[in-house]
């Protein structure tokens, strides 16, 4: 592939666009802001560097201040492995915005975004046991290993795991179960969880 295909020329501001998430062919930018307006929903763009096609996303007027938990790409497609083309038109952009608190979050500014995996998304919450979860479209808490538990005591943004798609094989027979792995980096010793689903039969 040329390298023009991975240049944002068609963007007049380039450099005042990051990267927040990517899917096969498909990568999600946001446009950077300071101040306080970082945590609020930002303008997004759909780029697929394969064929230069690309999507503004402008947040909607009555949105554009709400706080922003995170922005990822969803496979409208799901796990079905039949769909061979998978481009711009197979892709949903799923935005999480806070009106208000669950009980189990003591302030919104404790939450961080630490990934996504098949069809979930997930944050890290500090000073709690659990982290939370947007498994398709319902949020859940979901208990962490202790060593991943995000310290009240930390005075770092940084949370002290990040979550990562498994993988797998690509083709049916398809395991469902293996939902994520979550990994973390401590001192010299990296440590890999697994999240797997439970049937509820």
Same mark, same amino acid.
């Given at each position: ?32 802001? #300071?101040?306080?307006?970082? &945590? ?15 999507q503004?996303? @402008? @947040? ?5 201040f709400?706080?922003?938990?995170? #922005? ?12 061979? &083309?998978?481009?711009?038109s197979?892709? #949903? ?21 630490v ?32 060593s ?21 094989? @690509? ?31």
């Amino acid at each position: 592939m040329e390298m023009r295909h991975f240049y944002l020329d068609f963007i007049p501001d380039a450099k005042s666009w990051q990267l927040v998430d990517g899917a096969c062919s498909v990568v999600l930018l946001a446009k950077k802001m #300071t101040g306080w307006k970082r &945590r609020c929903l930002p303008n997004l763009m759909v780029w697929e560097p394969l064929t230069r096609r690309h999507q503004a996303i @402008p @947040p909607l007027p009555e949105m554009k201040f709400h706080y922003c938990l995170g #922005t990822c790409l969803k496979n409208k497609c799901g796990t079905d492995w039949r769909q061979v &083309r998978v481009g711009m038109s197979t892709f #949903t952009v799923i935005c999480a915005l806070y009106k208000r608190s669950p009980p189990t979050v003591s302030s919104i500014s404790s939450v961080r975004f630490v990934g996504r995996a098949r069809r979930a998304v997930y944050w890290a919450i500090k000073n709690s046991v659990s982290m939370l979860i947007l498994d398709e479209y319902s949020f859940l808490l979901v208990a962490l290993p202790a060593s991943f538990r995000w310290s009240p005591l930390s005075q770092h943004d940084e949370t002290p795991f990040h979550v990562a798609d498994p993988g797998g094989e @690509p083709f049916p027979p398809f395991d469902d179960r293996l939902a994520a792995r979550l990994a973390g980096l401590f001192g010299d010793e990296l440590r890999v969880f697994s999240r797997w689903r439970i049937d509820d039969d």
